[in-house]
């Protein structure tokens, strides 16, 4: 059974840490990619961090979860290491994959994270059939499929959704509605009511505020644990928003977004600020308390960065490894 | 030794297997009560239960995603897909994710599945309940691919085929489901990548896969007939696929066709030819054969449908041309 | 704009008539099988066929249809012929497709049936695109897609619903509930309220009871109307039955429906029977106007017939045309 | 004459095509104001609305769909499929439902759209987003397959794509959108199934498709200053393919080789190679060389990546060895 881990300080303080952890992971890969160190493409999670962070504070590692091409907020929350991610997204042979699947398929199967996915939508079968792993050998775990609201033109989705809800899967469905598919606006991209698309499968759909917290992990934890009963699956719409553009080469957004809705989402609904404040106010926290933990996160970060730079590439006999399983 | 179908044949590995290993659980359309419509599975569902024995909507995406997800957790998920030609609708969870997950896990994630489905024209079934779309995934690293030419085959490879770690694609032949083979009642197994040599013969080699075995037989018996020895092999995998086999046989006899039903175009025939003309090339006497289905969809009409699959007599005649030294195909 | 060419006697005549020409087709069909003169497999539309001619009726034949495994009757319905039909079936060269579609692709383009399609729920795409043609070219045509209860486990349905939704389509997804996908309820298929899996993209969504002609064929004159003014896209639920096996070769069903069920449908829901009776006691047609015109039916069922069995099969040079347009 | 990258080549195809042809519609994701993530489409909806550069949400299999309809219905619909690697998720669509529409119908219904996609790795965009996936729609009859070379090709063939009267699947180098080649300002259009003898040659033939044309020229390069002479053929369509253009050129040169980026086994590379060793068996001084890409999915590290797919190096060490008459893959 899930523990309410996140309810007492160090839950709470937990939380903190863990949506500071990636918002310093998304900087420092967003700073080796704009100096040409990081190879290929990467898209930025920053602003996302209390959906991740909520979701995953509610769940034991033995729960699993699927991500998607935005998903190094989902790794970090899931627990994994800032080292073996780094190498991940340099291809170094250290990396969670060996360097094999970078940044749009890193996967942390010790923490249950089954990998992100560079295919739209792609993982909802692969999270649901974790579901069924749990039901039919009876371990007890919650199944996570994180995915875009961009996701939801994926007909794949209402399949699995419809056998989930038929066979009464330990599934949670989260939507993280960040407002946009790449450069187009989610009301060009999908008719009617999010949630209504769940309903219509008989799956119970929530919403919540994904910028704070403390919401989505209360509802998360909530859920886990009628999930666990056997009351699942369940379908939850995360509001929040990305502060970077869609993929790290997305520089001129006006096009499709205004700066006065980026200022204003980073500015009044910034997760990590506000949760900040939070802590302070009620004195779980200080702010040099707060300052020395975002401090201890970047060091952390730097020597896992300079680490990884330096760290070896897999030798050119691994090109073929791996290609089956022994 | 006794005999059994091809369908019994199937049956009896899923059985065996799924008494010995309690994670393999079966999903597909139809597969609990009804058995699937060709009865393959009947009985099933009343040894295992509708826990093992999994009727899923009509949502072949779907149920193939939750495979990969169930084999990635622990489980071994056997995804019967109805008719070789749904294929086209699973190619991405099985393409884009099955496949290439252990690779891109940097081998810490596995995908122990396999997704049973079938071959062959000739059932005025039309040009989407007909197709042969091996070759599909072949092209694809991570995918093993096994074809069965009896029930004895089927048997052993499929039960290989569910204790492989990877995910295997295993494509039955649907004419040959009522078609019976002696199948030992003692517990067997067939190796991936090892080619069987059903028929010795000095004078060429036919290379035949699936559907097209019988076919070869059939036409090594025509060719006997005419003083000409033929060698039968069947690959039983193509991937991984046992050239090696097939090389040999190629330098005794010097020529050799390959006999396959899907289309003869980018197909299988195209793979084990250029392989043999390039590991035996010094060996042969003349270009290596290739008979394929028509490049054509399949027509519904019995009058045509029967014209676009290899025939024995197809076969032996331009293996005749061929060991005769009459150049076939040579502008 | 759509004529109300049924609201009139020699209207609901032709709707009469229209029914009992597939009822016909289906009774030859399916003894050209079980006497083994027909080649494959073949489903029949026996029992639905309120569905087919109330929507098709109130269709111009610059109207789209797509079908589905079980198209006969929506092929009929569409204004297809006999000779035409039977010769397709038995693979004839004078077959609607030269013989080279068969029971289960035959299509009709001269009366707007794109084909049946044997990949279930695989024509959405294809209906959805003629009314998307509709729109651009503004042809003012309107476009019907008819699919099983078993084609909603299908995704491609919800993607194109809801570009169908975004778009404004004049588009009708008709969804024919005879409870049954092969050999499998409904209702172990389908979690949920069937008609709110159109809602939630925003499409209006209905429920007719499919075996009442007049019902299923006013409420598409209405719709049709609506469509043609730029008001779609329209999801029906038509809850009809299906009087034979799954196919022709499913004879024993006691293991997923009663014999009881099966005679109550035949003997109290009979759309041709009871919609001849209303004919006859509103006194539109009297019994023997009725048999009249059931035996000039069968008369002609039975000289196309003849005429496809003694037909030519194609050449074989045909065996490689068509592959390519010129 | 000017030059204009393949990307510019693209967008004037597709924006001529359309100003005569009102019926030709281009849907998409992010086809609109974004003009594509690679920027190749900026401009058209300026030009034509939105009503024809369609924006579509996240759903290839539904608007491929969509395409195959609107198609039969009479609009010739341009179909953007952001990365090659998603041709999975549209398979059946494309494969089980435009490739077939026109022969199941016995030729009344036609289906003329195009898919236009990418293949091509070494962008370290790992094994989902760098596929070659063109053998597979090669090997369904019913479909085109093109794959331009060049920015004069690319708006050439897509010309002709536009016009024809049946589904055409063209993969652009996603490498080679920003290269620049000489393209006329006068209309052109080039013919399917003619191949282009790009480099003559009495030695070897180079068989090179889509990208690996440049290399295959590097490569000829390479050879000339060892004093080889090689002759490079783009058949620029793999269906048609023009094998009577290829295997006259390797009835001269009596070597071949095909070089191509789609995986080695079961692709393009096998095809080529079996006609080639068909049609000039009694020609040949050397078993036809096939270079494809390796076997595995495509990695992510730079260090991996790059070991995957031909280069010109080692064309020309293979091609070196053939002409010398040192076998190389012989047992
Ligand atoms: C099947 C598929 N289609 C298209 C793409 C290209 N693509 C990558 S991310 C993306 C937008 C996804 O939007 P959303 O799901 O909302 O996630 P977000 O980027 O907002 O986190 C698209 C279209 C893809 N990777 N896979
Ligand atoms: C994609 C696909 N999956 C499975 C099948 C096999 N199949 C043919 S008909 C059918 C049942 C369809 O049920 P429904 O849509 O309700 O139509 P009905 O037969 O009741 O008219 C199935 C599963 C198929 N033809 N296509
Ligand atoms: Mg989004
Ligand atoms: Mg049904």
């Not at chain 2, 069965?148 to 039955?172: H, M, Q």
Request: proline content about 4%.
């Amino acid at each position: 059974m899930a523990k309410k881990k996140s309810s007492n300080a160090d839950g709470l303080l937990r939380m903190y840490e863990q949506m500071v952890r990636i918002r310093t992971f998304e900087d420092n890969a967003n700073q080796l990619y704009l100096s040409a160190k990081m190879p290929g493409l990467t898209h930025m999670y920053s602003g996302q961090e209390a959906v991740a962070v909520g979701i995953c504070e509610a769940l034991e590692k033995t729960d699993h979860i699927t991500s998607t091409h935005r998903g190094h907020g989902h790794c970090v929350a899931k627990g994994a290491k800032f080292k073996e991610m780094f190498c991940e997204l340099l291809g170094k042979a250290e990396g969670y994959c060996r360097g094999k699947g970078g940044s749009m398929h890193i996967a942390d199967q010790e923490n249950g994270n089954l990998g992100a996915n560079a295919i739209v939508g792609g993982s909802a079968g692969i999270a649901t059939g974790a579901a069924l792993t749990a039901k039919r050998l009876g371990t007890g775990a919650v199944s996570v499929c994180f995915f875009g609201d961009g996701a939801l033109g994926q007909g794949l989705l209402y399949e699995v959704m419809n056998m989930a809800a038929l066979w009464r899967l330990p599934m949670i469905y989260a939507c993280e509605n960040n407002l946009y598919g790449e450069y187009t606006h989610v009301s060009e991209m999908a008719a009617g009511e999010i949630g209504g698309r769940a309903r219509a499968f008989g799956i119970e759909a929530f919403k919540v505020d994904g910028q704070d917290v403390l919401a989505v992990n209360r509802l998360t934890q909530d859920l886990v644990q009628r999930a666990r009963k056997g009351e699942g699956p369940f379908f939850v719409e995360l509001a929040t928003y990305r502060y970077h553009g869609h993929h790290v080469g997305d520089i001129n957004r006006t096009y499709y977004r205004s700066k006065e809705e980026e200022a204003d989402w980073k500015k009044n609904r910034d997760p990590i600020t506000n949760f900040g404040d939070w802590l302070i106010a009620e004195k779980i926290a200080s702010a040099a308390d707060l300052d020395a933990l975002n401090e201890g996160i970047r060091a952390n970060a730097k020597a896992a960065v300079d680490y990884a730079l330096n760290a070896p590439y897999p030798p050119s006999s691994e090109v073929d490894a791996h290609v089956y399983a022994a | 030794m006794r005999e059994i179908t091809l369908s019994q044949a199937v049956n009896e590995a899923i059985a065996e297997e799924m008494r010995s290993d309690p994670t393999i659980v079966l999903l597909g359309e139809d597969v609990a009560e009804a058995g699937t419509p060709f009865k393959i599975l009947s009985g099933l569902v009343e040894e295992f239960g509708p826990d093992r024995i999994v009727d899923t909507p009509i949502s072949e995406p779907g149920f193939a995603g939750i495979a990969v997800g169930a084999a990635m957790t622990g489980m071994r998920p056997i995804v019967d897909l109805m008719f070789g030609d749904f294929l086209f609708l699973v190619m991405d969870q099985i393409c884009n994710q099955a496949a290439k997950t252990h690779y891109m896990s940097g081998g810490k994630l596995n995908v122990p599945m396999v997704l049973r489905t079938n071959l062959g024209a000739t059932r005025r079934s039309a040009a989407q309940h007909s197709q042969s779309l091996h070759a599909l995934v072949a092209h694809i690293p991570g995918l093993k691919v096994a074809l069965p030419s009896s029930a004895y085959e089927a048997k052993g490879l499929l039960k290989t085929a569910i204790r492989d770690n990877n995910p295997v694609v295993i494509f039955e032949d649907k004419l040959m489901y009522q078609d019976k083979a002696p199948v030992p009642e003692e517990e067997y197994t067939i190796a991936f990548g090892e080619a069987n040599v059903l028929r010795q013969g000095n004078d060429i080699t036919l290379v035949a896969i699936s559907s097209m075995v019988q076919v070869a037989l059939a036409a090594a018996d025509l060719l006997a007939a005419d003083g000409i020895s033929a060698e039968v092999i069947d690959p039983r995998t193509i991937v991984p696929l046992d050239d090696k086999t097939i090389v040999q046989s190629v330098k005794k006899t010097s020529r050799a066709m390959v006999i396959d039903e899907g289309h003869q175009s980018y197909g299988v025939t195209a793979e084990i030819a250029a392989r043999i003309s390039e590991q035996a090339f010094y060996h042969l006497d003349a270009p290596v054969g290739r008979l394929g289905a028509m490049d054509v969809p399949v027509p519904f009409s019995p009058a045509l449908e029967d014209l676009t699959v290899p025939t024995a007599e197809v076969v032996a005649q331009r293996a005749r041309l061929a060991v005769r030294g009459e150049l076939f195909r040579v502008a």
